[in-house]
């Protein structure tokens, strides 16, 4: 099981840049999904809370198991319209995280 991906990170797809990235208009995503676990299966693994605050955005994912139910609540937000290409490198780094951050797998296993 996957969040829903922003996919920040499509947008950084080239090693550098010579012009600005435009970004457009700042956004932000705060999305809660309750997934409730089959009686036959239990979980094997969930991921660990994970935040990032930077000058390009912030995110934070929280998972938590409540009995046969696992919340995972994910915020994430942009804060700038476009970055530079001396800031490309750093911006691709937080874009990867971000990224990384909203693809963490709940792992579920046969319950005995």
Do not use: C, W
């Not at 991906?5 to 499509?10: C, I, S, Y």
């Amino acid at each position: 099981m996957t969040l829903v991906k922003r996919k920040l990170l499509a947008n950084a797809d080239e090693p550098k840049r010579l012009y600005d990235l435009l970004l457009g208009t700042p956004e932000a995503d705060d999305v809660t999904i309750v997934y409730s676990i089959p009686e036959a299966l239990t979980t094997r693994s969930v991921p660990a809370d994970e935040s990032k605050d930077s000058p390009f955005g912030g995110f934070a994912v929280t998972t938590q198991q409540n009995g046969r139910e696992i919340t995972v609540h994910s915020k994430s937000n942009t804060k700038i319209p476009r970055v530079t290409p001396d800031e490309y490198g750093a911006f691709r780094q937080f874009a990867r995280e971000l990224d990384e951050s909203q693809d963490r797998e709940i792992v579920l296993k046969a319950a005995q």
